[in-house]
């Protein structure tokens, strides 16, 4: 049988695992925790803002005037994406070359 069929060596091979599952789960665990009224949020797809927030369950306002119940387990904290840097993409398009046949007549030789 050897050593590959030990059970101790199958813990050893899925202990990393294990270990970054349990971690990703403490951090959604934290995350959710410090969810707070007023927050943005999403919810199965769809983006809102907390209007009351318990253990369990939290209403979330999708649009005006409606409303959602939605489990807190089932909501993360919304994250804003970041504005891109206009001078990284000046410089992503210049190396990109030209886009029409205006500009690739108008190019110096």
């Given at each position: 049988?050897?050593?590959?069929?030990?059970?101790?060596?199958?813990?050893?091979?899925?202990?990393?695992?294990?270990?970054?599952?349990?971690?990703?789960?403490?951090?959604?665990?934290?995350?959710?925790?410090?969810?707070?009224?007023g927050e943005k949020v999403l919810a199965g797809g769809l983006i809102g803002e907390i209007m009351d927030i318990d253990e369990r369950i939290a209403k979330v306002k999708i649009a005006p005037g409606v409303t959602v119940q939605a489990l807190v387990s089932a909501l993360?904290?919304?994250?804003?994406?970041?504005?891109?840097?206009?001078?990284?993409?000046?410089?992503?398009?210049?190396?990109?070359?030209?886009?029409?046949?205006d500009e690739v007549a108008s190019k110096p030789s």
């Open positions: 049988m050897g050593i590959f069929g030990s059970p101790l060596f199958l813990m050893i091979l899925f202990l990393p695992f294990i270990f970054m599952m349990w971690r990703r789960n403490k951090k959604e665990t934290d995350a959710r925790s410090k969810l707070k009224k993360a904290p919304l994250e804003e994406p970041k504005p891109a840097d206009k001078d990284a993409k000046d410089a992503k398009a210049a190396k990109a070359g030209p886009k029409s046949k």
